[in-house]
């Protein structure tokens, strides 16, 4: 007795997805099939594709724990092919293509357009320029500085500089330091902030002659002097003095900024000195149990900490001035003729810095330079944003829910999926700039934000002749928590994760993250061996 099924031929009256429409046809022959067998005697064998798995259940015990709900939380786990031609298997879709904000794990997309569309070797150049004359090894006339955003002009490149600028013969300058800060739009150096910290070292708004992040650092230290404490602070800056009126006190030392106050003083010199000065003045109370200390603070106007950087590091090379130079804005004259050029350290360097330390405003300034260098000036916002948008096109990348404010992760508006992020890390291993992309990335419990995570897990491999490792780009703002980068099992195979939590309990999320990455080093979704 023969049966026979079979599967209708109808027209359906709205858009379905073909394979949509062809795992229903797929279905339903499925089900004639196993009705025949059971009708004839036969028996069914279940036969399915793989399916990826579920959260597991240390992270979700994570989560509960710490009251985050799971529809706060994407997660992406992709295997990468171990060989040529492979395809790359989803292991682990927890609303991975749900739109989230990505923090500062959005900076991944950042440097690795940067790493492909300018290469590891290209680098920033700030000119000088002047008005005057060089006679007798005095320079007379003013210096112009016209930057292009080297997102990492730090003291050791402006000693650079000053040698070069005193190779020309140029002993004393007699004349006013002006900043050609053209490269970008004017907007994008607006200090705005996300939550009103205008002094903290991380809402540095981008500049095209950014110096030493634009951040005073201070060192506290206890000594045995009059009070106790030692102050000292970097970079070097020129008519700059510290005035420290702080007492010790016995307090915890986890509290020492509480009873601190820190102040900037201007005292403008007499007539016997036509030389202004500022003073940090530090009072209040510094606890005893406190040791090396660092205290961060942008206090000073870009113009402002620029020129006193730069006195100093000319008079630090054997340079003078014949007066207190005086700083301000304004684009290189036609009539001006160049002194020096002058070129920074490479990319690679400035993307293992905003890849390993998720420096904000080296990422902008990244972000800027894809439209200077493609576009021309003025670099801004939209300009780059278009420069991506085709980068990724040209790689074969969809992204529609992607948005974009600064590249940096700073921001409460930008926004992509985890499985899109993965996708862009599947893309890197394929660049000829990949493997610096993923050298780039944090070592868990060696370097980066991820030098103190995982040390307890990753004892276990100690043994191991080959060892798992996770390098990961962290990221973490108020309600956000997020981890992107690649996992290498105990076994050797490779995994892209990407896990994000939008939920005001977030800040708790870091043990989930962790359980996460340790369930992929310790090979949790890959088969067991039967013992």
Wanted: proline share 6%.
């Amino acid at each position: 007795m023969a049966y026979h099924c079979s599967v209708p031929v109808f027209s359906i009256p709205y858009p379905v997805h073909r394979t949509v429409f062809q795992g229903a046809i797929q279905c339903l022959q499925s089900l004639c099939l196993a009705l025949f067998l059971w009708l004839t005697g036969h028996t069914v064998l279940a036969s399915s594709p793989p399916k990826s798995i579920d959260i597991p259940p240390a992270v979700l015990q994570s989560l509960a724990k710490n009251q985050i709900p799971r529809d706060a939380v994407s997660i992406s786990v992709l295997e990468l092919p171990s060989a040529p031609g492979a395809d790359v298997r989803e292991i682990l879709d927890w609303r991975a293509k749900q739109t989230m904000n990505p923090a500062s794990t959005i900076k991944l997309l950042t440097t690795l357009a940067a790493l492909d569309l300018l290469g590891p070797q290209y680098r920033w150049n700030t000119n000088l320029y002047t008005d005057g004359q060089i006679k007798n090894g005095l320079l007379k006339g003013n210096l112009y500085l016209r930057g292009s955003g080297d997102p990492k002009l730090v003291p050791e490149e402006l000693e650079q500089m000053m040698k070069s600028l005193r190779a020309l013969g140029i002993q004393r300058i007699d004349g006013n330091l002006i900043f050609d800060r053209s490269a970008y739009s004017p907007e994008v150096m607006e200090h705005t902030t996300i939550d009103g910290e205008s002094m903290r070292a991380y809402n540095v708004p981008p500049d095209p002659l950014l110096y030493a992040f634009r951040t005073l650092s201070f060192q506290l230290n206890q000594t045995s002097n009059q009070n106790g404490i030692a102050i000292s602070y970097t970079p070097a800056l020129a008519y700059f003095k510290i005035n420290n009126r702080l007492r010790t006190s016995k307090q915890n030392c986890d509290d020492w900024r509480r009873k601190m106050q820190f102040e900037l003083v201007k005292n403008v010199g007499s007539e016997s000195s036509n030389s202004d000065q500022l003073s940090a003045l530090f009072t209040g109370e510094f606890p005893s149990a406190c040791r090396n200390i660092t205290y961060n603070v942008v206090a000073l106007d870009a113009n402002t900490f620029l020129t006193l950087g730069f006195a100093a590091a000319w008079e630090l090379a054997g340079g003078s001035w014949v007066r207190q130079p005086q700083g301000k804005s304004g684009e290189v004259p036609l009539f001006a003729r160049p002194l020096l050029e002058f070129q920074g350290g490479p990319l690679i360097h400035v993307v293992n810095d905003i890849n390993k330390f998720s420096n904000n405003v080296m990422a902008r300034q990244l972000f800027l330079t894809l439209s200077l260098e493609r576009l021309g000036k003025p670099a801004s916002i939209a300009a780059s944003d278009r420069v991506m948008q085709a980068w990724l096109k040209q790689r074969g990348l969809d992204f529609p829910e992607l948005v974009l404010e600064n590249g940096s992760g700073l921001s409460r508006n930008e926004a992509i999926s985890a499985r899109h992020l993965n996708d862009l890390l599947i893309t890197a291993r394929q660049l000829p700039s990949g493997d610096l992309f993923v050298e780039s990335l944090p070592l868990a419990g060696s370097d980066g934000t991820m030098k103190n995570r995982l040390i307890r897990q990753l004892r276990q491999f100690l043994h191991l002749k080959t060892k798992p490792e996770a390098r990961i780009k962290t990221g973490s703002l108020a309600e956000v928590r997020t981890i992107s980068g690649y996992v290498i099992s105990q076994s050797g195979k490779t995994y892209a994760v990407s896990s994000f939590i939008n939920h005001p309990n977030a800040f708790r999320g870091m043990d989930a993250h962790d359980q996460l990455l340790t369930w992929l080093l310790t090979g949790g979704p890959e088969p067991k061996q039967a013992r």
